[in-house]
């Protein structure tokens, strides 16, 4: 065969095959992208197809979850969210990166809180010396679920853990105050207070403290007042007309010895100083 | 037609070769353990059936193609009956074609077994012939045509061991080539995007010949998409094919 | 009349080891083989005898030089059409017995036909393999695949035939076979091209030789013009003759048993022996005259170069 006549048939059917994959690729196909990995029962069983390259196993199923999780047009896809990241977690139960996407892509995209923290509980389970896990699970709990006990509990883990931010320690402290658990969270500040550090943290610690008493004292004020305006029809000229009807026995004064500033129209209590710029 | 000849030769010699016979036993193996398999899973089970049935089918349809393909022509090279063929009035690419359609019917006949056994492994369990397959198999088919020309062509140049390696490469890039394009659809323009987009152009596409998931999961195919995807394999291994003709046309056998 | 096979100045070199260093073979090769003749190629191992043959199929391709092969260029199809090749060693495709084998191998020529099954039978008789018809070439001893492989060389009744070391491996009925085989296709009008180690077969069956040295020709011609006629000298073998009598006349004297053999270089003294055998009443045993062989001239022309 001729040498010319070859080279024209590759040339010919090499522009076929181009031409030919450029305009299937705009023929859309069906997608059911992995749908094979729904019904594998567990990771149990997909570690022994990875025969012995269980890391590499979750590599390529993360990687291929996130493909699958960007695409919009599939409207189940978060169906088997907890599945396919709890095969990740069985293959590959130290690499962290699944945990937080499955969770974030949970909370952010599925709306799931639940799910978002059962991900980071299972990774912070299998890697207990990773306190970025309850970390961030208490920080879902507080800024998605308003739930802030059960952030508590997760920021306690957390700050348990050698290498997390000392901070941990106040966040939980915080989020007592949040749910209005204010004697703990007054007995957590103190303790954060005395054990500080340094002049910073004895300074952040004594302005939440300041805070929390300013806190308690205007609920007690305002129960006060709200009673006296019950009874007198108005609120009281000033504070010392509550001790001597009698609702409160004296008038408190905030962690710095300073009165509280009330205003007789309203009835409002506030500190004299914002706390945070003590 | 001397191809015809020479493809009927290499038919009765390949149907011989007991790696055939072996692979066909694991497939089988493979085709009665999804039976099994279907046992472990929670849902619909013909499901695992299909699919490890046809991922079995295509797997070792492949493995035949890449383990006869290489050693077609080496084999006749090494054992020196090629000097007797050339030495008769045909053109050197009537050999390659005759070895290429010679193999190509040993592995229809095998890919028709394995089939057969599927095809009665799906029957006992549904009481049904589920005739859509029969797509599914001939896009099978068409891969292991270009696998099989892919293996050809390296079997001209290079020993079998070498020549398996390449063509199991050449395999794998073409069943993760869908990959590059999610990759190129998140680069930034410009001349890297571009080359990505030459580079994703040219490598092969087995995705268009794998109609797996259509079948197993009922989702329908145009038929467009049918022709074209036939088209591509088609005009794939016509270029793969020329492509060793012209190699082996001035190839001295020392 | 057209030349069978004609070469002219063939050139060819092969890249060899890792810095691919290029190692010249053939230096330049004229051959001519006229139709009819039986051409002897001889050479020593790594001459480039199989090289040259492996050109003349279009196996490799000669850097230089032309090749006509029955008057057609040599890389067509009409200059294979009536060609035939027996290489050395041959193998075959084991699993085909005798009588497909040479069907495969004729349909690369023709279309078959009633005549093909005649024809295929014929020329197994021809290489006596008429009874191994059915048999498997997988059983084949080596002498029959060395038979079977002349047989498909005839299969299309070629006008050259060549062949590489067809007398390799063969017993000396089977080299008696096979030189008869040749001798038959020389009568048939055909021309045989063979390369081959064993000169006394060559010496008995070619009309014309070549010698190939190093990637050249260092003798082209016809056998009996290449070694003189000269009688270089006479053999005898006697007995019953003193060595005393015998030492002027011979030249060379050894003795073995009761036989004594001798060396006698001038015509003159051969006749004084033999009235010396008669008058002593010994026994002539041999008198064999020497002229030259094949295998001097070959030993000579090595020591040359």
Redesign the interface.
């Known amino acids: 065969m001729k040498r010319s006549k070859i080279i024209v048939i590759i040339l010919l059917s090499s522009v076929a095959f181009l031409g030919l994959k450029i305009h299937i690729d705009t023929i859309h196909r069906g997608k059911v992208p992995g749908s094979s990995i729904i019904y594998i029962p567990s990771g149990k069983y997909l570690k022994y197809a990875t025969f012995g390259f269980p890391e590499l196993g979750a590599d390529l199923i993360y990687l291929w979850a996130i493909q699958y999780y960007s695409d919009y047009s599939i409207p189940d896809r978060f169906d088997y969210l907890d599945h396919i990241f709890s095969i990740t977690a069985e293959l590959d139960p130290r690499y962290v990166d699944p945990y937080h996407i499955g969770s974030l892509i949970a909370i952010l995209e599925a709306k799931d809180l639940d799910l978002a923290l059962k991900i980071l509980e299972r990774g912070f389970e299998k890697n207990p010396d990773q306190w970025l896990f309850p970390f961030l699970a208490g920080h879902y709990a507080q800024m998605y679920g308003n739930d802030f006990q059960r952030a508590r509990s997760y920021y306690k883990q957390a700050m348990e853990i050698e290498g997390a931010p000392e901070f941990t320690e106040r966040l939980y402290a915080h989020a007592a105050f949040k749910s209005s658990d204010y004697q703990t969270a007054w007995k957590d500040w103190l303790n954060i207070y005395e054990n500080a550090p340094n002049e910073r943290t004895k300074k952040i610690a004594s302005n939440h403290l300041y805070n929390i008493k300013a806190t308690i004292d205007k609920i007690e004020l305002e129960k006060a007042l709200n009673a006296y305006k019950e009874k007198f029809g108005h609120y009281p000229e000033d504070l010392f007309r509550l001790v001597q009807a009698g609702y409160i026995r004296n008038v408190p004064k905030d962690l710095d010895n300073n009165d509280y500033i009330y205003d007789p129209e309203t009835g409002e209590i506030t500190t004299k100083v914002i706390p945070w710029k003590r | 037609m001397?191809i015809k000849?020479?493809a009927l030769?290499t038919f009765?010699?390949a149907i011989?070769d007991r790696i055939l016979y072996l692979l066909l036993f694991f497939a089988a193996a493979a085709l009665i353990f999804s039976r099994v398999l279907a046992l472990l899973t929670v849902g619909d089970r013909v499901k695992i059936i299909m699919d490890v049935g046809l991922a079995s089918l295509s797997l070792f349809g492949v493995l035949m193609a890449i383990l006869m393909g290489t050693g077609l022509v080496y084999k006749e090279i090494d054992?020196?009956?090629?000097?007797?063929?050339?030495?008769?009035?045909?053109?050197r690419y009537q050999f390659l074609l005759g070895k290429f359609f010679g193999l190509l019917i040993t592995l229809f006949v095998m890919l028709f077994l394995m089939c057969l056994i599927f095809m009665i492994i799906i029957f006992l369990h549904n009481f049904t012939i589920e005739w859509k397959m029969f797509i599914a198999f001939f896009f099978i088919f068409l891969e292991m045509v270009l696998v099989t020309a892919v293996a050809l062509l390296f079997s001209c140049f290079s020993t079998p061991i070498l020549s398996s390696i390449f063509t199991l490469s050449f395999f794998l890039i073409g069943r993760t080539s869908w990959g590059l394009e999610t990759l190129i659809k998140k680069m930034p323009s410009g001349l890297g995007k571009i080359t990505a987009q030459i580079i994703y152009t040219i490598l092969p596409d087995l995705e268009n010949l794998n109609y797996k998931t259509e079948v197993v999961h009922n989702l329908p195919i145009p038929v467009d998409l049918v022709l074209f995807s036939t088209l591509y394999g088609i005009a794939y291994s016509v270029f793969v094919l020329t492509l060793a003709i012209l190699i082996f046309r001035?190839r001295?056998?020392? | 009349m057209k030349t069978a096979l004609k070469i002219e100045n063939l050139h060819k070199s092969?890249k060899t080891g890792f810095a691919l260093k290029k190692k010249k073979i053939l230096k330049g090769i004229s051959i001519n083989v006229e139709p009819g003749e039986i051409f002897g190629y001889l050479g020593p191992n790594g001459a480039g005898k199989t090289t040259t043959i492996?050109c003349i199929?279009?196996?490799?391709?000669p850097e230089q030089g032309d090749i006509e092969i029955l008057g057609y260029p040599y890389l067509s199809?009409?200059s294979?059409?009536k060609?035939?090749?027996l290489?050395e060693?041959?193998?075959?495709?084991d699993?085909?017995n005798a009588e497909e084998f040479l069907d495969?191998?004729n349909?690369?020529?023709h279309i078959p036909s009633e005549q093909t099954k005649e024809k295929i039978r014929s020329l197994l008789e021809l290489v006596g393999l008429e009874k191994a018809k059915d048999l498997q070439l997988r059983k084949f001893s080596k002498g029959m695949l060395q038979r079977i492989?002349l047989a498909?060389a005839l299969i299309n009744d070629p006008e050259l035939v060549?062949l590489d070391e067809p007398l390799g491996g063969l017993d000396p009925l089977g080299r008696k076979e096979m030189r008869d085989i040749i001798f038959q296709l020389k009568e048939k009008g055909k021309t045989v091209f063979l390369s081959s180690h064993i000169l006394q077969d060559i010496e008995m069956i070619c009309d014309k030789v070549a010698i190939i040295m190093d990637g050249q020709i260092v003798s082209q011609g016809k056998l009996q013009e290449l070694i003189s006629e000269k009688i270089l000298f006479t053999e005898m073998i006697v007995s019953g003759i003193d060595k005393s009598d015998l030492e002027p006349l011979a030249e060379e004297i050894t003795f073995q048993g009761d036989k004594t053999f001798i060396k006698v270089f001038r015509e003159e003294n051969i006749k004084d022996i033999l009235a010396l055998v008669q008058e002593k009443k010994g026994k002539l045993h041999s008198l064999l005259p020497r002229t030259p062989t094949l295998e001097d001239l070959f030993v000579g022309t090595v020591k040359k170069t």
Do not use: C, M, V, W
């Open positions: 001397k000849a020479i030769n009765k010699e011989r054992k020196k009956t090629i000097y007797t063929l050339l030495s008769k009035p045909i053109h001035r001295d056998f020392i | 092969f492996k199929l279009g196996l490799i391709f199809l009409k294979k059409e060609l035939g090749f290489p060693n041959p193998y075959f495709y699993y085909l495969f191998y349909r690369l020529y492989g498909q060549i």
